[in-house]
């Protein structure tokens, strides 16, 4: 009832909103973008889709109001209220809370004369206290917010004043769509806006976005194509375009639309254009734009659509008890009604005691008893459970201070989660990737050292990551690369709290300062110590010393000379060091990058010169149009002309470098970052890998000093491991790349073109000259999947070399599928190369798709597609993705409370099978049963026979199998003794997600107890969860850390967001964020259960008061010919619950602590199942209470002479309280009320106490006699379990138990081999093909498309 | 019952700090209370700890019962001052609407309330255009037969006995709640403008004779205002004081009660009592709550001794049971 009722409060808001629109401060949301396109259809030109945006200087006004005065200017409002609307809107809102309404109704009743039980304004008096106190708690929170408002609105920023002619101060609140801002660095862009200039020569501007995603590495963007090549800053005054672009929109990473000059040409705008508000400027000295969207339109205020609204599962059920409370209420009130109607009725003259209405005459029975029922009804109303709702309002747990609570009313929750969903990456894993292994051209070079250094981390690691300075000491043989200010800092769960303010306010409630606060701006993503240091493998070493200059020497003759392998090695770990989009900065100036060396002052000056130039015509990095015109020099000329480029980058060498080492060592850092790399030198010379030509390269010193920000961590890991080569990545410009390479000297390569990484390719690929070769080369990074499938088949020429791919390919597969087993994430380096004309062709129409405004997703893709083909495999690596501290015994101990834990990951089958064995999801003897189908008929049968052995083996009942009974009630396995694990794959999902499965999938699941989704999107991941919410009626709970993770937060009953490295979305749509998954175990078994027990006690306790009141009440009629008299003075039926007996239940909701936390963290099994403890604030507040009430009857019973009619109190308590009998009477009757339930309880303890009780006894016994007893109860548990698997496996005829094996291979393995013996051989069989069948396919496949080519 | 205080020490204390320079500021204070580590008293119900409970409460309730009971009894002997009652059966002066039918200010002698009172009066409020005083339902139903009781003596000529009409009101009632409304001597000329309730047979200002027990400070009409909470009650009438310690207040012998009849009762099925009573330290004769307490006292007693057998027979399992299984 009450959830329709907020759907249809949600609608009328937006209605409201949106036609106060035009009002300046008017509430603007999400709706106005609807407005708005209803606005600009207005104007004949204009499709609803688009808007034009005209510069707002003075040549262009009448355009300018014509178009742009109907945009929203910058002022933003994240309040709900304004003192006009604020007594009525806050009431309409708190009216729509069922019980208000309730008890509204009945004031209105008691000034019905007839029935008036009181005094009609004293009724209203408990409704309008509660009212009023919400009203200010809801004012409070609004005016928190209206401050922030205020702050963020009156920034100052520099803005084209048309007037002035000049840049001038003005607040963000008075910026409006068309003015334009020059910002300066490490500014705050104050509204949505087109680059036009930057000052960087390359037209490029970084920006950090940890403002609206928390991500805090540098984006760059790009000034709008043909501003970038002019020279001065932009002249607003000269700029005659006009915009065109997308209606506003909540799509971060999407932004369309074109610019159109005077001369109607036009030039195509991206996201890589638009600068965002809330993001700052970095390493750029200062910007020009021009705004595009303001205010509430843009993309940072639409994505806050604020904190959404869960209301816990203990909330819902007060709702539902009130109603039943009110059930009792109106049996009560009839019960007195007839009574009434009868007792009248015995008497048949009119009576003393009888008054007759005023007008004389005197009702019949029948309608005294009618109007008797709604008396009753006031009467009770003051003894009503009033103050439960309003109380678990103000209820405010004190949560776990590592723990950041976003949603108060559903704390409670935490302690009744029956099913938890989990991300993998960065929630289970530390999203730490580190460089494990690689293989090249076919041969796996396992990087031993490597893995034996990450085992010493191991442990220093998970202490701290700050205090790496001590634990390095214990690691001398490594070189400690970290600069000061390059290390990562990783915030606590709080400290990116404040890391929206700007964006808007609406998640700022916790954090009133925050707006004050400056994000942290200095740190450079993913780049710990352990991921950063990576010790190359001697075998690759070796190899590498092989690389000599000479070898490309006679490169342009013959391309057979230099052995493959070598060719390979080389293209691989360039491949590593260019193919990213990772930003190289310098860590001790502020995020200066490093450009590639200055060319001034060289001997081949003038060919640098020319070839730069050349560079600048010929292959603009985006392809620009005037590319056309530059299409034939660079099939012709230049290609005779950059042929002589190696030997001048092998010429040029030192120079350059060794200027900027004078540079760098001019600045104070200069002595210890050259201490730090003699540090490394000095590894290196130990080590003896290097030879002395090596350690004389001219661009090694400066290599540690460099800090790569990359957008996702592998690729940081990747780079870092070419670095450990000695393949540097040295700068990165939009035009080129430079790379160090170990023996060939620093190599700069001309970026032709970028194609990102997006999750439906699954890949990435740069286009780069290549200096050496002067080739088109694609170098294609990418998961092995995509990757094998696009790889060449058919090559015309060279049966020797088309062989020695397929081995490659094949060899790397069985790495792969290897690296795989060992929960690494894999990805395949490939490359192609492209002939110029090729290139050109692919360009062209590339062109056309990137300035397409309409469909340009798709067209893009298919450009990808175009180029990303027929590649040459050029080998894999292994990251490894470290499993979290504390990981495997949070989900161990999860399992022991009883609750299933469901592993949803985008990975492969293979990664996230060993994750989940890692992290002790799945037990080495636990039943594996894997679906990965390609049909939803084979999906459903081989549930059904998966179910059907299930069923067999627990031998449940017959009629208990039954669909739909089951799933009310799924059957407990562990009582069972079997375990059993479900595996499905992203597609088998979706069959198993579709209506007629679902039922089936449920009940298989509801036996297993851990399933592992793999290769899930992230919509399938919230189906899931709204599958398991909605049909078994659980409590589910969501975890995860990335923005892929968002939608099954949101759709869980709890969202948890793990604070990492993703970024913040995951915490931004969740209800509580915690850093690190271990965290999670305490927030459930011990906040959780605490929550849970206090909250729900409290509520008991209300009802309790209440109860006994309102019965007191009820029994009272009996005695008064049930007229409605109430025993007692009204104000002491309105303090009663207002005064005397709010405040003991509401301590005892945030104080109780019926085990300590200890225990419940030792004995998960507690969650599954309350008692007291109090502590002197209870006793305080019971004392205080039971005073409040003497004292409140004595001073009124004193003061009060004729007040109050008719129960005039004077000096009744006075009276009362001189007589001996009312103590004794006090006492008699407290020992009565509470003997009963006392014996109950006594009893209960000592004959059958609940494992609450018993571990309460843990908790006063000494710390050794505690450990004691602790072993002893698990061991017992662990007899009992394993005396209960043993019976039930004897009665299911399974012979033997699997041995459980160390290894998920050998895992996997047992249970065929159980399986089998138990004599299900099909079913187990399919089981496990279709577990293998990836890997067997590809072994067979491999050599048969062989030979078919 | 077991208690301790387990205030936990620090070693479990605040959770791991949060990494990087703004952890000194986040953190939070590892104060027992914020920590949730306050010293908290836990009781465990199981028969051993609570069993000296009960034993405890049998050992007080049943001397206390006792001690009641006794003294309830031995209020049989009428020696003191004696208090003479009369009483009501099956009279709702608790109906809500009896209840209500009064108005406090004119009882209090606000003269403005004299002659116009309030509306909950009605509809006992008006007489003939005349404000009733004192006007609504309590008062016109007032309890107005007469009681005299006369000691019959050997020569069978009864002797009056001395019935005191004053006192028996609450001290506050009669000097602060109640008071005549203001003006000269003449208490009929201070009610002037007023009309006597309907069902009485003469006006507020002739009760009696005693201008100080006379108009609203009448105490029979101020016992009858306090309403009672049950519809069986009794007020109190009388008092016989007692006149000197040497002779009983009401010897033995035979005593006659004259009642002079005004006030029905039969058409609402309601019945009259005449109680004499002497009062102790704890009121009038009440023999109830003297049981309660031996009661209460016994069954917790009887289950002290219950649970000392169970806990004796379950003592080793339920030891065992307490950390094992």
Not at chain 1, 444 to 467: G, I, K, W
Not at chain 1, 756 to 776: A, E, T
Not at chain 2, 297 to 306: A, H, K, N, P, R
């Amino acid at each position: 009832m009450t959830e329709a009722l907020q759907w249809a409060r949600y609608h009328w808001q937006r209605l409201i909103r949106g036609a106060t629109r035009d009002d300046d401060s008017g509430p603007y949301n999400y709706s106005s973008l609807l407005a708005c396109g209803r606005k600009s259809s207005q104007t004949p030109k204009l499709s609803g889709r688009h808007r034009i945006v005209v510069p707002h200087i003075q040549p262009f006004k009448d355009e300018y109001e014509k178009f742009s005065g109907a945009y929203v200017n910058n002022r933003i409002r994240t309040t709900k209220y304004t003192l006009l609307n604020f007594v009525p809107r806050n009431l309409f809102e708190q009216f729509h809370r069922a019980a208000n309404l309730y008890f509204l109704f009945l004031v209105v009743l008691n000034w019905v004369p007839l029935v008036e039980a009181f005094q009609k304004e004293i009724t209203m008096l408990p409704l309008v206290v509660v009212l009023t106190i919400i009203a200010i708690k809801d004012g409070l929170e609004d005016y928190r917010k209206y401050k922030i408002d205020k702050q963020i609105n009156n920034l100052i920023t520099k803005v084209y004043s048309r007037k002035e002619k000049k840049y001038i101060d003005r607040c963000w609140k008075d910026v409006t769509v068309g003015d334009f801002i020059r910002l300066s660095c490490n500014e705050v862009i104050p509204a949505d806006m087109v680059l036009l200039f930057s000052t960087d020569p390359d037209g490029i501007c970084h920006i950090e976005t940890s403002g609206l995603d928390g991500e805090s590495n540098l984006k760059q963007r790009q000034v709008v194509r043909g501003y970038a090549e002019q020279d001065s800053e932009v002249d607003p005054e000269k700029f005659s375009s006009r915009i065109e672009c997308e209606s506003p929109n909540n799509d971060l990473s999407r932004f369309r639309g074109f610019l159109e000059h005077s001369n109607k040409e036009r030039v195509g705008l991206s996201k890589e254009n638009l600068l965002l508000r809330g993001c700052t400027i970095r390493n750029t000295e200062a910007v020009v734009g021009i705004v595009v969207y303001a205010g509430h339109e843009t993309k940072a205020m639409l994505n806050n659509s604020g904190p959404r609204y869960k209301r816990s599962k203990l909330e819902r059920r007060a709702n539902t008890d009130v109603l039943w409370c009110v059930m009792l209420l109106v049996i009560m009130c009839l019960t007195g009604a007839v009574g009434h109607g009868i007792w009248l009725s015995r008497y048949e003259k009119m009576h003393f005691f009888n008054v007759p209405e005023p007008d004389g005459h005197i009702i019949s029975p029948l309608l005294a008893g009618f109007y008797m029922f709604w008396t009753m009804i006031i009467l009770l109303q003051l003894g009503q459970i009033y103050f439960i709702q309003s109380d678990v309002d103000f209820y405010n747990e004190k949560t776990d201070s590592i723990v950041q609570c976003r949603a108060l009313n559903i704390a409670e929750d935490l302690g009744q989660i029956q099913y938890l969903f989990s991300d993998k990456t960065g929630t289970l894993t530390e999203n730490k990737m580190v460089f494990r292994r690689c293989s090249v051209a076919g041969f796996d070079y396992c990087h031993e050292e490597n893995a034996r250094r990450l085992e010493s981390y191991q442990e220093a690691v998970s202490e701290d990551e700050d205090f790496i300075d001590t634990v390095s000491g214990s690691l001398s043989n490594m070189a400690k690369p970290r600069a000061p200010s390059c290390r990562t800092v990783h915030n606590g769960p709080l400290g990116n709290k404040p890391s929206n303010h700007l964006a808007g306010s609406s998640f700022t409630l916790g954090s009133g300062e925050g707006a004050s606060e400056v994000p942290h701006s200095r740190q450079a993503a993913f780049s710990s110590p352990i991921e950063t240091d990576v010790v190359p493998d001697t075998r690759l070493l070796d190899k590498f010393s092989q690389i000599t200059p000479r070898l490309f020497m006679p490169l342009d003759e013959t391309i057979q000379n230099p052995p493959l392998e070598t060719l390979y090695i080389i293209d691989f770990f360039i491949a590593l060091a260019i193919c990213n989009t990772v930003v190289v900065s310098a860590p001790n100036q502020p995020r200066q990058k490093i450009r590639h060396p200055s060319l001034g002052g060289l001997p081949i000056k003038s060919l640098e010169e020319i070839k730069s130039l050349f560079q600048r015509w010929s292959v603009r990095r985006s392809s620009s149009p005037s590319l056309n015109s530059g299409k034939e020099p660079s099939s012709g000329v230049p290609n005779a002309f950059v042929s002589r480029l190696p030997l001048f980058s092998r010429m040029k060498p030192a120079s350059p470098v060794e200027e900027e080492v004078s540079q760098v060592c001019e600045s104070p850092q200069c002595s210890s970052s050259s201490a730090c790399c003699t540090e490394t030198e000095k590894q290196h010379g130990d080590a003896g890998l290097l030879n002395g030509k090596a350690e004389s390269l001219p661009g090694q010193p400066l290599a540690c000093n460099l800090c790569y920000e990359a957008e996702s961590p592998d690729e940081a890991a990747l780079v870092y491991a070419a670095r450990a080569y000695q393949c540097t990545l040295r700068s990165r410009t939009p035009e080129q790349v430079m790379v160090d390479f170990a023996a060939l000297g620093p190599l700069t390569f001309q970026l032709l073109h970028i194609l990102p990484f997006d999750s439906v390719r699954k890949r990435m690929s740069v286009v780069v000259r290549h200096p050496l070769s002067n080739q088109v080369v694609v170098y294609t990074k990418g998961a092995d999947s995509v990757i094998m499938e696009l790889l060449s088949v058919a090559s015309p020429d060279g049966a020797s070399l088309e062989k020695q791919q397929m081995i490659v390919r094949e060899k790397t597969q069985k790495h792969l599928d290897d690296y795989a087993k060992q929960g690494l994430r894999t990805l395949c380096i490939a490359k192609k190369v492209m002939s110029d004309t090729e290139y050109a062709e692919w360009l062209r129409n590339h062109f056309l798709a990137e300035t397409s405004i309409d469909n340009r997703e798709e067209l893009l893709l298919e450009s990808a597609m175009r180029l990303e083909n027929k590649l040459t495999l050029l080998g894999a690596t292994g990251i490894e993705d470290r499993l979290q501290e504390g990981v495997p015994e949070s989900i161990e101990a999860l399992h022991k409370a009883g609750i299933k834990i469901w592993m949803l990951t985008g990975d492969k089958q293979e990664t996230a099978v060993n994750i989940a064995y890692a992290c002790k999801l799945l037990e080495p003897d636990d039943k594996l049963f894997i679906l990965n189908t390609q049909s939803k008929d084979a999906c459903g049968m081989l549930m059904s026979t998966i179910l059907k052995e299930l069923q067999k083996k627990t031998q449940v009942l017959p009629e208990q199998v039954s669909l739909s009974e089951d799933l009310l009630q799924p059957p407990v396995p562990q009582d069972s003794g079997l375990r059993a694990g479900l595996i499905i794959t992203g597609k088998t999902l979706e069959f198993a997600l579709q209506e007629s499965l679902q039922k089936q999938f449920l009940e298989l699941t509801s036996w297993c107890q851990a399933v592992v989704c793999c290769r899930a999107t992230p919509l399938q991941k919230s189906e899931v969860v709204k599958l398991v919410r909605s049909h078994l009626q659980v409590m589910t709970l969501a975890i995860g850390d990335g923005a892929n993770d968002v939608s099954m937060i949101q759709v869980a009953d709890i969202g948890i967001g793990v604070s990492g490295q993703e970024g913040m979305q995951a915490v931004m749509a969740s209800d509580f964020a915690v850093s690190q998954f271990k965290h999670l175990s305490k927030l459930l078994l011990v906040h959780g259960h605490w929550c849970y027990t206090r909250l729900s006690n409290m509520i008991l306790y209300f009802f309790y008061k209440n109860v006994a009141y309102v019965n007191l009440l009820f029994w009272y009629q009996f005695f008064c010919g049930f007229s409605g008299t109430s025993m007692t003075d009204y104000w002491v039926l309105i303090f009663f619950n207002l005064l005397f007996t709010s405040a003991p239940p509401v301590i005892y909701g945030v104080l109780e602590k019926d085990v300590s936390a200890e225990t419940l963290m030792q004995l998960p099994e507690l969650y599954k199942s309350g008692q007291k403890s109090e502590t002197w604030i209870h006793l305080l507040v019971i004392i205080g209470s039971i005073l409040s009430y003497f004292l409140f009857a004595i001073v009124f019973g004193a003061m009060c002479v004729t007040c109050n009619p008719p129960s005039n109190p004077y000096w009744i308590m006075q009276e009362h309280m001189l007589d001996p009998v009312f103590y004794l009477v006090c006492i008699l009757t407290t020992s009565i009320a509470l003997l009963p339930r006392f014996v109950y309880r006594v009893l209960q303890g000592s004959l059958f106490p609940s494992p609450i009780l018993r571990a309460k006894h843990f908790d006063r016994l000494t710390p050794e006699e505690r450990t004691k007893a602790l072993k002893k109860w698990r061991g017992a548990g662990k007899m009992n379990q394993v005396t209960s698997k043993y019976a039930n496996q004897s009665a299911g005829k399974s012979g033997r138990r699997p041995m459980p094996g160390p290894s998920a291979v050998f895992a996997m393995k047992s249970a065929t081999s159980c399986a089998i013996e138990q004599g299900n051989l099909s079913l187990c069989e399919t089981a496990l093909d279709q577990g293998y069948s990836e890997t067997k396919a590809f072994e067979m496949a491999g050599p048969s498309k062989g030979k078919e080519s | 019952m077991a208690m301790n205080y387990n205030a936990k020490d620090e070693v479990d204390g605040g959770p791991p700090c949060a990494p990087g320079g703004t952890a000194k500021t986040r953190r939070p204070d590892n104060t027992a209370f914020k920590q949730q580590r306050l010293p908290a008293w836990q009781p465990i119900l199981t028969a051993g700890t609570v069993l000296p409970i009960f034993f405890i409460i049998g050992l007080i309730f049943i001397p206390i019962g006792i001690g009641i009971f006794v003294t309830s009894n031995n209020i049989r002997e009428i020696e003191g001052n004696v208090f003479m009652y009369y009483g009501l059966s099956n009279f709702y002066q608790n109906h809500r609407r009896y209840v209500k039918s009064r108005d406090d200010s004119q009882l209090n002698g606000d003269s403005s309330a004299l002659l116009n009172p309030s509306k909950e009066c009605e509809p006992y409020r008006r007489n003939e255009d005349k404000p009733i005083a004192p006007c609504g339902a309590i008062a016109n139903s007032m309890f107005n037969d007469t009681l005299e009781l006369f000691l019959i003596g050997n020569d069978s000529y009864p002797i009056p006995i001395a019935l005191k009409k004053k006192g028996i009101a609450w001290w506050t009632d009669k000097n602060v709640k109640f008071r005549n409304p203001p003006g000269g001597d003449n208490l009929e000329e201070r009610f002037k403008g007023t009309t006597k309730p309907v069902n009485w047979l003469k006006p507020v200002y002739m009760l009696d004779s005693d201008p100080d027990n006379n108009g609203f400070i009448n105490e029979d009409f101020i016992v009858w205002m306090r309403t009672a909470a049950l519809p069986t009650f009794r007020k109190l009438y009388r008092l016989i004081e007692r006149k000197s310690d040497l002779h009983p207040t009401l010897p033995a012998g035979r005593y006659s009660l004259n009642v002079t009849y005004n006030y029905p009762v039969h058409y609402f099925d309601g019945r009259k009592r005449m109680i004499l009573s002497t009062i102790s330290w704890m009121g009038g004769k009440n023999p109830f709550l003297g049981i309660a307490y031996i009661a209460v006292g016994s069954i917790s007693f009887l289950l002290g001794v219950v649970l000392l057998v169970i806990n004796h027979k379950y003592r080793n399992s339920s030891n065992t049971a307490d950390i094992t299984i």
